[in-house]
C-alpha cells in the first residue's frame, strides 16, 4: 500500500463503505426531532380531502358575483357539515377551514361585500375558485412526503401530525468513542505541574461534534503514551461502539503507539495510513469486523479538521443519513498563495453577500496546525487542491461550509 494517497483517492476509499444492517427503533412523534427516519413517509389520504374554505366569506357561484345582491341562506362553521347548497342568487356564510357548501365554487371575502339585512352586495370581485382549497392541494394519497434518510426538523413532525403518525421508525444513533492519547495532556480542570504539559481540548472539540451530528459519544478520556494502557483502552472502545476516535500517535515519533497498536494488537484491516493533505498528513483509517477507528493527529486544528473530513461522512453512513459536507462555490477576496503540494484545507471567513459566498482571512493567524482559534466567527474551509496554483483576488473557489 502506497504510504501517501491522494485526498481524491481516500475518498473513494471512504465513499465506498457500505453500512448495512443499521439498527432502527420506533419513536412518539415529536422525539424523533434531529432523528434519521427509517421509513418512507408516503400520504394515505389526500389534502384536504375536500374542497375547503381558505379564508372567512361568502360561498357563492361566480357566475352571481354580477348580481345585485345574494341572499344568505346559512351559516357554514369549521368542523361542522351543513345540509343547505348553494344555488343561483344564494350564499352561505362560510369559515376558514369549513367545507365549501355544495354548489358553490368560489369564496368571496368578507372585506369584499357590504352585508344588508339579509343579503351580500359585492363591492370587489373575486376570479373563479378564489380562496378554494382544492383536493389534495396539501398532497395527494401515494405521494412520498418523507424520504428515507431524512433529518427530521419540525416541519417533518408537522406534516407527519398531520398524517396521524404517532410513532415513527428512525435509526438508532451510532455511538462514537473517542480518546486523547499523549502523555503531556493535560484534561480540563487537571492541575499542570510543569511547562511542558499542554492542555487538551480535542476529545471536547470533537465530542461536540459528534454530539452536534446526532451521535451518542462515549468519552474515554486522555489516555498516556503507554502501549498497554492505549490497547487496553482501545479493546474497550471497539466493544462499546461503533466508530473509535483517537487524536496523536499516530505520526513518526518514538512515543506514537497508536498506529502500530491498531495494525498489530487489534489486528485490523488499514484502509489507509497517510493522505497527501495540510492538515492530516498521517491520518489512519482502520477497520475491525464491522467497527472503524480512525487515528487523527494530536495538533487541535489538524484533528478538528480531519475528524470533519473523515468522521462526518463515516458517521453519517451509520446514521442512515443523506447528509453530505455542505461544500460551495465562493469567491475569494484577496490573493492567497499555495504553501505546500498537498490538498490543503485552510481556515477562512464566509460571507454571503450579491448572491455569493465570499471567503477572505483577516483576523486568521498563520502558524501550525494547533490554532483552534482560526475557526472562530463565521468560518469555513477552503480547499486548494493538489497540484493547484496560488489563488488570486475575484477567484472561484470551493469552501466547506462550518
Known sequence: MKKFITYNQSLEILNSINISNLS???????????????????????????????????????????????????????????????????????????????????????ENVTVEDNYIIINKEVPLNFAVRNVGENYHQDELLIPKGTLVDFT???????????????????????????????????????????????????????????????QMGIVKDDRKSITNLLKQALLKSDIVVTTGG????????????????????????????KPGLHILFAKKGDKYIIGLPGFAYSSTVTFLLYVLPLLFKFKGSNESLPIVDAIIDENYPKKAPKTIFSACNVTFKDGNYHVDFEGKKNGTSAILTNMLGSPGLLIQEEGSSNLTAGDKVKVILL
Do not use: W
Open 250 to 277: 499516530v505520526s513518526v515519533g518514538d512515543y506514537d503507539y497508536v498506529k502500530d497498536i491498531i495494525k498489530d494488537e487489534l489486528a485490523c484491516e488499514v484502509l489507509f495510513q497517510g493522505v497527501n493533505i
Open 156 to 218: 417533518q413532525i408537522g406534516v407527519m401530525a398531520s398524517l396521524n403518525i404517532v410513532q415513527v421508525e428512525v435509526y438508532v444513533k451510532p455511538t462514537v468513542a473517542i480518546a486523547c492519547t499523549g502523555s503531556e495532556i493535560l484534561d480540563v480542570g487537571e492541575i499542570q505541574t510543569n511547562d511542558a504539559q499542554i492542555r487538551s481540548s480535542n476529545h471536547l472539540t470533537l465530542e461536540a461534534l459528534s454530539k452536534k451530528h446526532g451521535a451518542d459519544v462515549l
Open 24 to 110: 432502527t427503533q420506533k419513536l412518539f412523534v415529536t422525539d424523533a426531532l434531529n432523528r434519521i427516519l427509517a421509513q418512507d413517509i408516503i400520504a394515505q389520504e389526500n389534502s384536504p380531502a375536500f374542497k375547503t374554505s381558505g379564508m372567512d366569506g361568502y360561498a357563492v357561484k361566480h357566475e352571481d358575483l354580477k348580481l345585485e345582491k345574494i341572499e344568505i341562506i346559512d351559516k357554514n362553521p369549521a368542523g361542522t357539515v351543513i345540509d343547505s347548497s348553494v344555488t343561483n342568487g344564494t350564499t352561505i356564510k362560510t369559515f376558514t377551514g369549513s367545507l365549501m357548501p355544495e354548489g358553490s365554487d368560489t369564496l368571496i371575502p368578507i
